[in-house]
């Protein structure tokens, strides 16, 4: 299997987003969104996935957070679809349940080219300083779509905004090490169809 790395650059009227990942890296970050709260969440997620990620985003942050946000997803997704090329000699399939002090996250990963998002989080507050949680699940959205993922989301429990968020973003990061890492019995598409 070749060296999974991907470069990606989106830029539109709203944003400019140029991103690179190394599916076999070390968990080695650079991340610049310009949203300290989203930054945190892509930092640990990286650091939890083993995925190497470089983001540098420039948004209308004087709007709000919501095209950055979101586009940075889409980049992000694209990438990782790209890195896994044909996705033959994967796992495919990753799921975590990881508890964060009072929260507890569930994510469930399907990396088999047919895109749908199930998110089921609620949190108590519905804003961490100046950002909107709401955008998470855009993140989501976006990045599930562009990485041809089926991804579901779910907070089991939790008081603490910041430690439900914080669960899911962790959670997902081990969901996702587990779906891309490369199956010892099989080098084929892990698909009965015999494509993805």
């Known amino acids: 299997m070749k060296n999974r790395i991907a470069k990606v650059a989106r830029s539109t009227k709203e944003t400019d987003i140029k991103a690179g990942i190394n ?12 949203i300290a709260f989203f ?5 640990l997620f990286s650091k939890h996935s083993l995925i190497d990620i470089d983001i540098i985003a420039k948004g209308d942050l004087k709007v709000d957070y919501h095209h950055t ?10 990438a990782v679809n790209k890195a896994l090329g044909n996705r033959k000699g994967i796992l495919r ?4 349940i990881i ?11 399907d990396l088999g080219g047919r895109p749908y998002v199930k ?12 950002f909107d949680l ?5 993140f ?12 579901h989301v779910c907070n089991i429990y939790g008081k603490e905004s910041h430690h439900i968020i914080e669960a899911i973003f962790k959670s997902l990061a081990r969901s996702l090490r587990q779906a891309v890492a490369r199956d010892q019995r099989s080098s084929g598409v892990p698909s009965s169809k015999g494509v993805i």
């Open 93 to 96: 399939y990753g799921w975590s």
């Open 119 to 130: 998110y089921a989080v609620k949190t108590p507050t519905r804003m961490i300083r100046d």
């Open 39 to 43: 930054d945190h969440m892509l930092e």
């Open 69 to 78: 946000v979101e586009d940075v997803g889409l980049v992000l997704g694209d």
């Open 99 to 109: 508890p964060m002090d009072d929260a507890s996250a569930f994510t469930a990963v």
């Open 140 to 151: 989501f959205r976006a990045f599930a779509v562009q990485a041809r993922m089926n991804l």
């Open 23 to 34: 599916l076999d890296g070390k968990g080695r970050y650079k991340i610049k969104t310009g």
């Open 134 to 138: 709401q955008l998470i699940e855009e």
